[in-house]
């Protein structure tokens, strides 16, 4: 059953138009990775879709609610991450999370909120003496605190420590598997590969890359790179190849065997391919070309 | 609790954590509020009646700057901050929040004016209101209106460093109109004085001076008629701006 249902989604802010057309679909209980460059068009999706923008064109539905017109009964179900977010520095993360149990439908206990986000040990601590990370784990504890059934996650790891994210994956995941369905934009291309299961890459307000995180990078090529040797010129080799610093680098859609082929020829020639890498697509080469950030 | 409850209670707690808002906006208007009469019962000539003019003068001081000023720092701080923003993540409407904050402040003010009123009648022998029913009327309604237009100013600030001076003219006119800052008025045009006795803090301030002052229950409702419409008009303008303009959050560079 979806849970989250864009169509054709417009958004201007002034002159400039943000969101240029959007549609997507979110599947319950899925994570859902929405990706881009800076000014993308992602935070304004993001909050058209939390009802805090009204949208100029196209129809947004969460849990089959309208995000403006079902405020309330949204609320009920969903938590959001803003991407930016202020907090009572004056208060300490137990009373911060203990005030938003006041405006939360069905809180978890406040011991559990802060246990299931580490922040446990914190809880007597003033809000302003927290370190980045540590405030987006209470920005975390907060948005998850009424069990909601849409999370969405506005670069929820931003600031954090390594440790401190791999624990919000763990977190994530485990949400996701009790049914919650979560929407995530994130920087961390290693997060969304690693979380999300299937992905949009939204570029200048248009989505230029969606589908399952699998089967998108099963369709790009995968690449072999390797130190050219002296005496060979990028014509003399088995497979098309480009020579990029020094290193001769082959695309292909299965590198696997384009690297057989390159290392056969080189055995029969008595030459080494030194320094040889082989790789399969990663969401960053298919997030370069498809945001065109190698433009 | 109720969302507006709990609103309030957020407000209220928020109000009293920081020390340089207390300070600013409790202790300096009291001082003034029941200082000034009580200075000058001593010194003029007119004793009582002088204490009298300058405490009901004091009440539209402690209205502009408990209230108005009060909600202006403390919203545009919070917009400014996202945390008008964070708060709208959760099952308070937008509603509930304003009236949380504006109650919080109204109820603040509320309790100050009834200490100052205490304290000039014991230091100052001012008399206690001979209506308190009506008195306590005028004072919560003209809280609440200059709340609902402290927050409705908020869409005219454009940074929180700015919102203390940009609020200042309010209580310079406040006082000013109320005879607070010295006997201007009687050197004002009647245009002029017309303008001033517009101002919703005059509504309190006349209310005041009319419960105070020797009368009777009908003189007294009627002295109050024009006030009521005052407010109510005051009112009307200040939900219909907070409605049409108010900003959650800053504007985009």
Redesign the interface.
Known sequence: MTAIQVTKLRKSHGGFEAVRGVSFEVGEGEIFALLGRNGAGKTTTVEMLAGFQRPDGGTVRVLDLDPVADQAELRRRTGVMLQEAGFFQELTVGQTVAMWRDFTAVPRPLEEALDLTGLTTKADTKVRQLSGGEKRRLDLALATLGRPDVLFLDEPTTGMDPEARKNTWDIVRGLAAEGTTVLLTTHYLEEAQRLASRLAILDAGEVVAYGGMVETLAGRSGRVSFTLPDSVAPDDLPVPASVIDGRAVCQAADPDLAAQTLLSWASERGLRLASLEVRMATLEDLFLEAAGNDR | ?T?TA?AF??ST??FW??RGVVFGTVVTPVVLCVGMPVLMGALRPDGVAGAVQTFVGGLAIVLSVSTFMSIVQALTA?RD???L?????????ERQILVGEISGQVVQTVALVAVCTLAVHLAADVPLPRNPLLYAVFVVAGTTVVAILGAAFTALVPRLELAAVMSMPFFLVAGVGAGAMGPFMEMMPTALRMVFAALPTDAVVTVARTTIASGTIAGDLRAALVPAIKLVVWGLIGIFALARWFRWEPR?S
Do not use: I, P, S
């Open positions: 609790m969302g709990a209670r957020l707690r928020l954590l920081d919070r901050q996202l945390l923003k964070r708060l709208r993540t959760t099952l308070l409407t985009r």
